[in-house]
């Protein structure tokens, strides 16, 4: 399994930036996927789930309205579109897939990618 994210930088606050995770080495569409962010210093949060068909999506209350999951079971990538960025968005962003529906014994995690809000 390798999960590997993209997309990540610095954006001004208000801004918006799209992540992408590729996934290889299961089958994409049988898996939920996440995303999470860490701050340095913080244990890492969830932030929004999606099922393995797309059909139902969750959000952490801090990024509600603001960010979207979604996937393309095609291309086998999961996308977070983060809109009207803040600061408090800085953070590195792991995508994971999760180790139930794919009957794993643990989660897979990509390597995390920066995303920075600053002015």
């Known amino acids: 399994v390798q999960l590997m994210e993209s997309g990540g930088g610095l954006v001004q606050p208000g801004g918006s930036l799209r992540l992408s995770c590729a996934a290889s080495?299961?089958?994409?569409?049988?898996?939920?996927m996440r995303w999470y962010l860490q701050v340095p210093g913080k244990e890492r949060e969830w932030v929004a789930r999606v099922s393995g068909g797309g059909g139902l999506t969750l959000y952490a209350s801090s990024v509600k309205g603001r960010f979207t999951i979604s996937r393309d079971n095609t291309k086998n990538t999961v996308y977070l579109q983060m809109n009207s960025l803040k600061p408090e968005d800085t953070a590195v962003y792991y995508c994971?897939?999760?180790?139930?529906?794919?009957?794993?014994?643990?989660?897979?995690w990509g390597q995390g990618i920066q995303v920075t809000v600053s002015s």
């Open positions: 994971n897939a999760d180790r139930r529906s794919g009957g794993w014994p643990d989660d897979y």
């Open positions: 080495g299961f089958t994409f569409s049988a898996v939920a």
